[in-house]
């Protein structure tokens, strides 16, 4: 029995060691030494006391280990900033959440959890959406520009720029960015379309493009297009919250054909995100 205990004792030093993992019993060295005990000079009464103790030994000894308590209180944030290691189900419910803090409006009812009959190329835009916002693929400076537009768009505001100094911006637009490739025709359809020269440029300056279409205006990233105004549609004008920089739109703002009132209502109502 004694040869049996050691031998378990010897596979879970073992295996402690191959994990490289404490190994802690104070009764194992006992245990090994009794097995070297010579009792053949102990009577009855001696040799009983010697077995009584070496059998007060032989339990199982398991190796203590500290409790551990897991909970899900991060889960969904790293899921969020995770998005690879999640299923497509999981990141569904993700990505509403995403739209709606970050006042997206996605064509659907108010709820990120209700049973809303939606196509696949709708969730498609959902989810890839919410992935070029957690990798910063569309950061909130572009967020930012293209929610003012949307602004204007809503209060049939003009960009406050002649077709001359239109000229000269779109030329230092594409001197600027190597991978602009608009004409200036389409510079031109962006202004009309209520997009300053500030918002195209903080566009491009995140590696990000636009394609102008007769369907409209499509915001280009590496994982997808959006088409604006309908993919990619805001509720309110965002601002990032760490930052809370309200000089970009105020900058982009000034661009605008806005009386002083305007601006201050739109500045006001900004929503940190």
């Not at 918002?199 to 491009?204: M, T, V, W």
Request: aromatic share 10%.
């Amino acid at each position: 029995m004694i040869n049996t205990k050691i031998s378990k004792i010897s596979d879970i030093i073992l295996k402690q060691l191959h994990y490289n993992s404490p190994y802690k019993c104070n009764e194992d060295l006992p245990v090994i030494l009794l097995k070297y005990a010579n009792t053949e000079c102990y009577n009855k009464k001696e040799l009983k006391k010697y077995n009584d103790l070496l059998n007060s030994y032989l339990f199982d000894c398991k190796v203590p280990y500290r409790e551990i308590t897991i909970n899900n209180d991060k889960r969904e944030e790293w899921e969020k900033n995770n998005p690879g290691c999640v299923s497509r189900k999981q990141w569904e419910k993700i990505a509403y959440k995403i739209c709606y803090e970050y006042k997206l409006d996605i064509l659907i009812e108010d709820s990120p959890v209700c049973d809303v009959e939606i196509s696949t190329e709708q969730m498609d835009n959902i989810c890839n959406i919410a992935f070029d916002i957690t990798r910063n693929i569309i950061d909130c400076q572009v967020l930012t520009a293209i929610s003012v537009q949307q602004k204007m768009c809503d209060l049939n505001i003009t960009v406050e720029r002649s077709k001359e100094e239109c000229v000269l911006d779109y030329k230092i637009l594409i001197e600027k960015y190597n991978s602009c490739d608009l004409s200036l025709k389409e510079y031109i359809t962006l202004i009309d379309e209520k997009f300053s020269f500030e918002i195209i440029s903080a566009i491009y300056d995140k590696n990000l493009s636009l394609e102008v279409t007769s369907q409209g205006v499509y915001l280009t990233s590496p994982v997808s297009k959006y088409l604006i105004g309908r993919d990619l549609r805001f509720k309110e004008v965002i601002v990032d919250s760490t930052t809370k920089d309200i000089v970009f739109p105020e900058n982009i703002l000034s661009e605008y054909n806005i009386t002083n009132k305007q601006m201050k209502n739109i500045l006001n109502e900004i929503y940190f995100v």
